[in-house]
């Protein structure tokens, strides 16, 4: 055990985010002894938060929902800044690394619908809602016959839009419902065979100053080294493609057997052109895995396919 210093923690202040940043608390509290008072929080708005009438592509991409929480780490006040890792940028500001990530929960998309049961039981012409080009692009290709539009807010707020008609579905992830307590909302689960998650969907990522011991030492007994292996594939092969908000990719990492498995997608945002690689060999290679997937995509990509 580690004696019980203050360890801040930074988080956005949206529902998801604050139950997120309570997790981590708790596994602290758990793992070590400590109080909750020795771990308070610090609730930091950011850039992403403010921005509810575009596309977040269109605004500067990830990094949108991380600057804020990453001065107030480099500045030193806060310890520590719990993130979904799927909101992480592929290269983080010099003297940040992420410390590990939290077990995974679900990596699943979820259909959500007041009136229809699934993706394939929409009528053509119906009006579904997000926020995700890799959604909205795995939406087209499977059904380019549907209406895709932005639907942007957390996860309550996109909800409430459902609720009042404004779209007949959304897709929102499983990870972030059942952190909530909102399952009920589901009307089908979509299988990551059909539907592939955005890279890093489900984990919670640690994010520390580099040369901060005293707090990697502290976050080791609750980070998860499963989902640190998939995350360094799937991290790896989003660099390769430079992946970021303007570009529909997707990526998932698990364990099958004794060997770790990448399979990732890169779409045209119209969903007219999918390319798919996969990889398997031992966790250790996770980083090898990942950047020969996205090496393999990109050598396949026709001129122009990024970004277009």
């Not at 929960?105 to 053509?124: G, M, N, T, W």
């Not at 579904?128 to 957390?154: E, F, H």
């Not at 929102?172 to 909530?180: D, N, P, Q, T, Y």
């Not at 976050?219 to 594939?233: F, K, N, S, V």
């Amino acid at each position: 055990m580690i004696s019980s210093p203050t360890l801040v923690i930074g988080t956005r202040g949206s529902p998801l985010a604050l139950a997120q940043a309570h997790e981590t608390q708790d596994r602290l509290v758990a793992a070590h002894g400590w109080t909750v008072e020795h771990l308070p929080l610090s609730i930091i708005k950011t850039t992403g938060d403010t921005i509810q009438d575009r596309p977040l592509s269109e605004a500067g991409g990830k990094g949108l929902f991380t600057k804020e929480l990453d001065i107030a780490l480099l500045e030193g006040s806060i310890d520590l800044a719990v993130h979904s890792a799927k909101d992480l940028p592929t290269t983080l500001p010099e003297g940040i690394v992420i410390a590990g990530f939290l077990p995974r929960e679900d990596v699943r998309d979820a259909f959500i619908s007041q009136r229809y049961k699934s993706l394939a039981d929409l009528p053509p012409g119906a009006v579904v809602g997000s926020a995700s080009l890799r959604r909205q692009a795995q939406i087209r290709r499977l059904r380019p016959d549907l209406k895709v539009t932005l639907l942007r807010g957390n996860v309550q707020t996109r909800l409430a839009k459902l609720e009042r008609g404004e779209v007949d579905a959304t897709l929102l992830a499983m990870a972030g419902l059942r952190r909530l307590g909102l399952t009920d909302h589901v009307t089908t689960t979509l299988e990551t065979d059909d539907f592939l998650p955005a890279v890093g969907q489900g984990a919670i990522a640690i994010a520390i100053r580099a040369e901060d011991d005293r707090v990697r030492d502290a976050m080791q007994p609750i980070l998860d080294a499963a989902t640190g292996h998939a995350l360094a594939a799937e991290r790896a092969f989003l660099t390769i493609l430079d992946g970021s908000c303007r570009t529909p990719i997707a990526g998932h990492a698990r364990m099958v057997g004794d060997e770790l498995e990448i399979r990732g997608l890169v779409l045209r945002p119209d969903g007219s052109e999918c390319l798919e690689a996969i990889r398997r060999g031992s966790p250790e290679d996770a980083v090898t895995l990942g950047r020969e997937a996205g090496t393999e995509l990109r050598t396949r990509m026709p001129a122009g396919f990024l970004g277009t």
